[in-house]
T-cell receptor
Framework: GAVVSQHPSWVICKSGTSVKIECRSL??????MFWYRQFPKQSLMLMAT?????????EQGVEKDKFLINHASLTLSTLTVTSAHPEDSSFYIC????????????FGPGTRLTVL | QKEVEQNSGPLSVPEGAIASLNCTYS??????FFWYRQYSGKSPELIMS??SNGDKEDGRFTAQLNKASQYVSLLIRDSQPSDSATYLC???????????WGLGTSLAVNP
């Protein structure tokens, strides 16, 4: 499988601030990365699909101006939660899909965001 | 109607028993099927993928796919307490390479 890292693993911030989460593929080049959010006791919710060198594709209901995604290289995608509010507190997880391969997604360890 | 459905559980089995987890999907054109395990507070990890009808075995795990009936199942033999987790079913539907996720089945293996 693929190795994916995320940083930070957890973050606590004040309401109104912005938080950047990094997702890195460590052992392969990822042309496509996915960003998910998971609230307690709920399943994964796809937020957006991040394509290297192009704009991210956001799912319906996800504010692209609030959740900024940048995928500037084949090994790094970032998610910035802008003007975070307590309702944005969640578990954010990225995943990658091997280029040219199957549809298998490999997940990073996740980032737990708490907005006070 | 949900596109991928799983029984939320909890499914409770004694240690050493067979745990059977089921998943149904609505898109008959679905092509790829996955089972992920998620421990509390952790991210999902891939257990198995299956693409064609029939059984696929990997150690204690067996995935079963029946496209005509639109279900995929996961059997865990000789269940261990360490198998206690939420099991997520994911399906790639049609030409869209996104995965559609079920809500997961919580499994508890009792020593």
């Amino acid at each position: 499988g693929a190795v994916v890292s995320q940083h930070p693993s957890w973050v606590i911030c004040k309401s109104g601030t912005s938080v950047k989460i990094e997702c890195r593929s460590l052992d392969f080049q990822a042309t496509t990365m996915f960003w998910y959010r998971q609230f307690p006791k709920q399943s994964l919710m796809l937020m957006a699909t991040s394509n290297e060198g192009s704009k991210a594709t956001y799912e319906q209901g996800v504010e692209k101006d609030k959740f900024l995604i940048n995928h500037a290289s084949l090994t790094l995608s970032t998610l910035t939660v802008t003007s975070a509010h307590p309702e944005d507190s969640s578990f954010y997880i990225c995943s990658t899909r091997l280029a040219g391969g199957t549809d298998t997604q490999y997940f990073g360890p996740g980032t737990r965001l708490t907005v006070l | 109607q949900k596109e991928v459905e799983q029984n939320s559980g909890p499914l409770s089995v004694p240690e050493g028993a067979i745990a059977s987890l089921n998943c149904t999907y609505s898109d008959r054109g679905s092509q790829s099927f996955f089972w992920y395990r998620q421990y509390s507070g952790k991210s999902p990890e891939l257990i198995m993928s299956i693409y064609s009808n029939g059984d696929k075995e990997d150690g204690r795990f067996t995935a079963q796919l029946n496209k005509a009936s639109q279900y995929v199942s996961l059997l865990i033999r000789d269940s261990q307490p360490s198998d206690s987790a939420t099991y997520l079913c994911a399906v790639r539907a049609g030409n869209n390479r996104k995965l559609i996720w079920g809500l997961g089945t919580s499994l508890a293996v009792n020593p």
